[in-house]
């Protein structure tokens, strides 16, 4: 199928091309999209679909939804009903591809999550990912919210599963948790920009729920930590869930990254519980010698189980499509 807005191919809108897959459906779908800005809030809860961009940086899917606005009800949107994409099915694919929430800063309108990814096997090559705070959310949810009974959202009310996921040279933009949720995710030479809010703390990269038990949560490998952010004013992550667990290994580390690295979300329970790690840190970000005391430096040992058929499963095919 070809997505394409002057009308030249099968479908204006991407969203119209989804819809004519079968729910049912078991076998590979190319979506081929061309170079255009799609203003379009994506729904995708079929498997194996592979949407394929012209380009990375004129294929873009965009929406400006986010956590304050009001819904038809006169209810808050919240995080989860903010998303610009979401992907529900199992297998999906992405590449050449930007995915953005264009709503603007956390300070206005809080959340704005540009995809919400909740299918397992999911993959991303040379895919741009822009937001501000949470933009990218790995499902599954969390058991349960810390205040009321409902996330909302697409998934709220379904049960909750493993779900696995894969970055390849990619672009992540935001601030505040803008990488966050429970998923088994490998982001692998990407590049990872944290937004300058003039603040003291400009924010954290990674807000992981890694649920009880699991072995592995996210893990970044050979990739570069950028910003325009100030020195010393950017957390690598915090837990937003006791069990969170973040690996980053052979990283480059800009200066914004803060000397201790990781903050407790001012529980000091996690500190005990969650699972922050690094190995061989680079660049003025990556000194491991003022880390927070509770984080770990893996061994030359340590690091050789952190493989890709380690991390993912022998089953998670993470080669990606060719034309």
């Not at 990375?56 to 006169?74: F, V």
């Amino acid at each position: 199928m070809i997505v394409s807005k002057d009308g030249s191919g099968d479908f204006k809108t991407v969203q119209d091309a989804i819809n004519s897959i079968p729910i049912t459906n078991k076998e590979k779908i190319v979506i081929n999209i061309k170079n255009g800005i799609y203003k379009e809030k994506i729904y995708i809860n079929v498997d194996n679909v592979i949407l394929l961009g012209e380009s990375k940086a004129n294929t873009i899917l965009t929406y400006d939804d986010y956590a304050y606005k009001e819904s038809i009800s006169g209810e808050k949107m919240g995080t989860f009903n903010s998303f610009s994409t979401f992907v529900g099915g199992d297998n999906f694919c992405a590449q050449n591809i930007t995915f953005e929430n264009s709503s603007g800063s956390g300070d206005i309108y809080g959340q704005a999550v540009a995809i919400y990814v909740d299918g397992d096997k999911a993959k991303f090559k040379n895919c741009s990912f822009i937001g501000c705070q949470d933009t990218i959310f790995t499902g599954p949810l969390p058991p349960k919210p810390k205040k009321g009974n409902w996330f909302g959202g697409p998934k709220d009310r379904a049960p909750r599963r493993p779900v696995r996921q894969y970055y390849e040279d990619c672009y992540i933009r935001g601030d505040i948790d803008f990488i966050f949720g429970s998923a088994t995710a490998v982001f692998n030479l990407c590049v990872i920009f944290s937004n300058n809010r003039d603040r003291e703390v400009n924010g954290y990269i990674t807000a992981a729920s890694t649920s009880e038990g699991e072995r592995f949560g996210y893990i970044f490998t050979n990739c570069k930590l950028l910003s325009d952010a100030a020195p010393n004013s950017v957390y690598l992550g915090r837990p937003w869930r006791d069990y969170a667990k973040t690996t980053f290994i052979n990283c480059f580390m800009g200066e914004h990254i803060i000397r201790e690295g990781w903050h407790n979300w001012d529980r000091t329970v996690t500190e005990q519980t969650a699972s922050y790690e690094e190995y061989n840190s680079s660049g003025p970000g990556g000194k491991l010698d003022n880390r927070a005391i509770w984080a770990k430096v893996l061994s030359d040992e340590e690091v050789k189980d952190y493989n890709i058929d380690n991390i993912l499963g022998p089953d998670f095919n993470y080669e990606f499509y060719k034309s």
